[in-house]
């Protein structure tokens, strides 16, 4: 494949870890990815499969978390439900505002257990998280932590995590 940027080099492939900042979660790492690079002028190309399966295991890894969820963490499930922040304060019966400060680094409110536990459920129903109620009484107990998914890999079967930490 000859590069799309500069015309001139021939694209080499490798499988790397990349860092998934797009997610909008810090530290998100997926494992074994092609990533295509220019010899000539470095465009890398990087190619994600299944797309709509790894938000999906992101997704299940967040609801299952026994940590409370972190701002970034909130995002993504808003986002996963492909709400607006205005839809979810509508779902949640809470006013918009609320929603942006559970989002927010500027003037950040901690989201309160009852709302946590409502969106990991909406999420859980709608994505049909598996064995969330086995657990259910465990999630968002202990105090924020940020929960690093370090490791992600796609296999045939779909996407699955590899290994995960509390930093």
């Known amino acids: 494949m000859i590069c799309p940027d500069c015309r001139q080099g021939v694209m080499t492939e490798n499988r790397e870890a990349i860092r998934y900042s797009e997610s909008g979660l810090p530290n998100l790492v997926l494992k074994d990815v092609s990533v295509r690079k ?3 002028c470095g465009h ?4 994600i499969p299944d797309l709509a399966g790894l938000h999906r295991c992101i997704a299940v890894n967040l609801v ?5 969820l972190m701002r970034p963490e909130i995002t993504f499930l808003r986002k996963s439900l492909g709400w607006s922040k205005a839809d979810c304060a509508r779902k949640l019966h809470v006013r918009p505002e ?15 257990v009852q709302n946590e536990l409502l969106l990991r459920a909406l999420v859980a129903l709608g994505q049909q ?3 969330y109620q086995d657990h259910l009484e465990e999630i ?3 105090e924020p932590a940020q929960s690093r998914i370090v490791a992600m890999r796609h296999v045939r079967k779909g996407w699955e995590t590899l290994l995960k930490e509390v930093a």
């Open 44 to 47: 890398r190309l990087v190619s």
């Open 129 to 131: 998280v598996e064995n």
């Open 140 to 142: 968002a107990t202990v």
């Open 64 to 68: 299952n978390k026994p940590e409370r």
């Open 98 to 112: 609320q929603v942006s400060r559970w989002e927010s680094n500027v003037s950040p409110v901690p989201m309160q």
């Open 38 to 40: 220019c010899p000539e």
